[in-house]
């Protein structure tokens, strides 16, 4: 079940922050965050597993909330290279490993 | 990192031939690989999952006698889209995921991706 992610779009000045949520209605064993620019492929931010491990990007985090199946991404003192689409992707517990996405956020970072 | 190069980049093809599109990790050996379509402003969907050795399992709604996939080695699989036509024209994106327990076992990496225009 397609996870769902909020906001659809936000607008940023440089060195401002954002938050994107990510919610599922099923138990999650990881969730998956990806940026995405336009006309090119995915690329890995970050991971978060249940139980609390997480990998990922240097000045970005996450946060995974294991008893809501929600997680938010921080993206602190913006850059104009954050803009992008923000794709969450979840992978449900007790089941055939299966990554998910939402429908993505638009992020754009002006000057 | 992990890298997973793709091939081609992109490719424009008439209507009714096949296109064949080569997903390769680099640097890992890739358990399971998957496939994805997106269209334009649209998330990623997963068209299948492959595991190097075995059949392609397809997501519901994608045609498995039209997009063939082969995973013949632990860094090799191929999408074949046979008898292309122009609503077969999409965005495809390869996907690698590591040995399960391994350093890299629960990221998938993705490819650049293939840009598909079936005239």
């Known amino acids: 079940q397609q996870p769902v992610q909020s906001p659809q779009a936000v607008i940023l000045r440089e060195g401002e922050d954002a938050v994107i949520n990510c919610s599922s209605s099923k138990a999650l064993y990881s969730v998956h965050w990806y940026r995405q620019k336009h006309g090119e492929a995915p690329v890995f931010l970050m991971i978060l597993l249940k139980g609390g491990e997480q990998k990922g990007h240097e000045k970005i985090s996450a946060s995974f909330n294991e008893k809501k199946q929600q997680s938010s991404l921080y993206l602190t003192a913006s850059q104009l290279s954050y803009s992008g689409t923000y794709f969450c992707?979840?992978?449900?517990?007790?089941?055939?490993?299966?990554?998910?996405f939402g429908k993505g956020t638009l992020l754009t970072v002006n000057p | 990192g992990a890298v997973v190069s793709q091939h081609p980049s992109w490719v424009i093809c008439k209507s009714g031939t096949s296109v064949k599109i080569e997903c390769r990790s680099l640097d890992f050996q890739a358990t399971t690989m998957f496939w994805y379509r997106q269209f334009p402003k649209q998330s990623l969907m997963l068209m299948a999952t492959s595991n190097e050795g075995s059949k392609a399992t397809y997501e519901q709604g994608v045609e498995k006698d039209k997009f063939l996939i082969n995973h013949a080695s632990l860094t090799l699989s191929t999408l074949t889209v046979t008898s292309a036509h122009p609503e077969d024209s999409s965005f495809y994106i390869c996907?690698?995921?590591?040995?399960?327990?391994?350093?890299?076992?629960?990221?998938?990496?993705f490819g650049p991706g293939t840009r598909l225009l079936v005239l």
């Open positions: 996907s690698a995921r590591g040995q399960q327990g391994a350093r890299l076992g629960e990221t998938q990496y």
């Open positions: 992707g979840t992978v449900v517990g007790g089941s055939n490993y299966k990554l998910t």
